[in-house]
T-cell receptor
Framework: DAKTTQPPSMDCAEGRAANLPCNHS???????VYWYRQIHSQGPQYIIH???NNETNEMASLIITEDRKSSTLILPHATLRDTAVYYC????????????FGKGTKLSVKP | KAGVTQTPRYLIKTRGQQVTLSCSPI?????VSWYQQTPGQGLQFLFE???????NKGNFPGRFSGRQFSNSRSEMNVSTLELGDSALYLC?????????????FGDGTRLSIL
């Protein structure tokens, strides 16, 4: 499975957009990019995923570069409740179901 | 729609005992995966079940086992507990096994070994 690289920590002002980068330079053509976040003592929460095209849902937007070697998760208006560890994961399409979690990015949203 | 439900939420055991953890997936989901989370190793994949069959297994000793029932509910069992088994055990479910189907996690069972 492809590996991902994320900054260990980031800060964001409340109300501003949070842009979380992820590098996945060895991604294969059939591998999806997934984003999850984990708030202390809770299970990881699914945010969004994509293969090639940019995606948007009620929580966030996912921007994937044309060569698919990197992506950015955008939280358009960060709130204090968005403080969490954010994981960028690539997973092989098909029958293998396991996600390989790295260390993620600790996002701190500050008032 | 109810989320993934894991029971119990907290459990305390002693070394040498065995433990069984339970997971009820989201209604309609047929795939259940288990993960272990520790401060040192992070989140690590244990195994995945789909239609009562184990499809994939992580790098854990044979003391860790699981099963899935016909209603998609799953259990995992850890025998001969060791201090290092203290962890948050997470269950995740998804509808099928296709690459574009996200897993949804429960809030886990926190297991403490004394």
């Amino acid at each position: 499975d492809a590996k991902t690289t994320q900054p260990p920590s980031m800060d964001c002002a409340e109300g501003r957009a949070a842009n979380l980068p992820c590098n996945h330079s060895t991604i294969s053509g059939n591998e999806y990019v997934y984003w999850y976040r984990q708030i202390h003592s809770q299970g990881p929460q699914y945010i969004i995923h994509g293969l090639k095209n940019n995606e948007t849902n009620e929580m966030a937007s996912l921007i994937i570069t044309e060569d698919r070697k990197s992506s950015t998760l955008i939280l358009p208006h960060a709130t204090l409740r968005d403080t969490a560890v954010y994981y960028c994961i690539v997973r092989v399409g098909g029958s293998q179901g396991n996600l390989i979690f790295g260390k993620g990015t600790k996002l701190s949203v500050k008032p | 729609k109810a989320g993934v439900t894991q029971t119990p939420r907290y459990l305390i055991k002693t070394r040498g005992q065995q433990v069984t953890l339970s997971c009820s997936p989201i209604s309609g989901h047929r795939s259940v995966s288990w993960y272990q989370q520790t401060p040192g190793q992070g989140l690590q994949f244990l195994f995945e079940y789909f239609s009562e069959t184990q499809r994939n297994k992580g790098n854990f000793p044979g003391r860790f086992s699981g099963r899935q029932f016909s209603n998609s509910r799953s259990e995992m069992n850890v025998s001969t507990l060791e201090l290092g088994d203290s962890a948050l055990y997470l269950c995740a479910s998804r509808y099928g096994t296709g690459g574009g189907q996200p897993q949804h996690f429960g809030d886990g069972t926190r297991l403490s070994i004394l």
